[in-house]
């Protein structure tokens, strides 16, 4: 029997997409609230004896986190042989230390949640800082794919002379993979993050690469002051407007407006719907 994929409300195209490839079917769940705010679950398609993957992408994972483990539960209870979690983009994976006395390490607690309702999970560009691997995390198998040669490839189908920008000297290798494949020469700024949404940015020299166009690239834009940072002081430096990519657009509160004021253009991949997806990722989300 062919696998079930399972969209969670909001992933209807990331899951019909990868239906489509894998020849396999498209089912579907039935979310509400009841009256007094509780989640209401059902399973429409049949789940019995079939490989389920359930899709649905994490950003902003309050609202959704317990119909996610209800719909994964149910799956089993009803006698699917195996429940995965396809989730494009995985939350909670940068609080992965104790900063203060007593905060939770978040990353911790999400992953053994997940592993406790699902057999598998496959996402992608998951915020690995201090850790090497998911494994370290989750009990269960977790295949974590890359957006890096898709994001090389955008920038060298559609961007002229560009100079590719990371954020910070941890991006060093992912930006530098990034630019060789896109044939750009890359910089990386210096971060310094005083809290959630106080970042300040330095440039590096930039004399010898005045005349490209800077390509800001990122794994996550969460308030957008990284970026926004970083576009301001290219605009003190004389740079012109900046682009700018990312893999997973989260965009809290106005950073989009804001970003896309101070740029040329600000494109992302799909793993989380927005406005300025332009990337798809499904042929990295079909089955290994
Ligand atoms: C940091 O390590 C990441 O690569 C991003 O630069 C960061 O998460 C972006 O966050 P924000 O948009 O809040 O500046």
Redesign the pocket.
């Known amino acids: 029997m062919t696998r079930l994929y399972l969209p969670m409300p909001g992933n209807e195209i990331v899951a019909r997409a990868l239906a489509d490839r894998a020849g396999a079917e498209l089912g579907a769940i039935e979310t509400r609230r009841f009256p007094d705010g509780e989640a209401y679950v059902r399973l429409i398609s049949a789940v019995e004896d079939r490989e389920v993957a359930i899709v649905c992408t994490l950003a902003r994972p309050d609202d959704q986190f317990l119909s996610l483990v209800f719909a994964a539960q149910t799956a089993r209870e009803l006698g699917a042989r195996r429940v995965e979690l396809i989730a494009p983009y995985l939350a909670y994976m940068?609080q992965d230390k104790r900063f203060k006395d007593g905060e939770a390490v978040s990353s911790t607690h999400f992953a053994r949640l997940l592993s406790q309702s699902f057999d598998g999970l496959v996402t992608v560009d998951p915020?690995l800082?201090r850790r090497n691997s998911l494994g370290e995390i989750f009990t269960i198998p977790a295949r974590v794919e890359h957006a890096a040669p898709l994001l090389a490839d955008w920038i060298k189908d559609n961007v002229a002379d560009p100079l590719v920008v990371g954020?910070?000297a941890?991006?060093e290798q992912w930006v530098a993979a990034v630019a060789a494949r896109a044939g750009a020469p890359h910089i990386v700024s210096t971060?310094t993050?005083r809290g959630?949404?106080d970042?300040s940015i330095d440039l590096p020299d930039l004399s010898a690469v005045r005349g490209r166009r800077a390509v800001l690239v990122?794994?996550?834009?969460?308030?957008?002051?990284?970026?926004i940072e970083t576009a301001r002081k290219l605009a003190t430096a004389g740079m012109a407007k900046p682009v700018c990519v990312a893999v997973h657009a989260?965009f809290?509160d106005q950073?989009y407006a804001e970003l896309l004021s101070l740029c040329e253009r600000v494109v992302s991949t799909d793993t989380v719907p927005h406005a300025s997806n332009a990337i798809s990722v499904a042929a990295l989300l079909a089955p290994a």
């Open positions: 940068r915020h800082h954020p910070d941890e991006s971060k993050r959630d949404r970042v990122d794994d996550i834009v969460s308030s957008g002051r990284t970026m989260l809290a950073s």
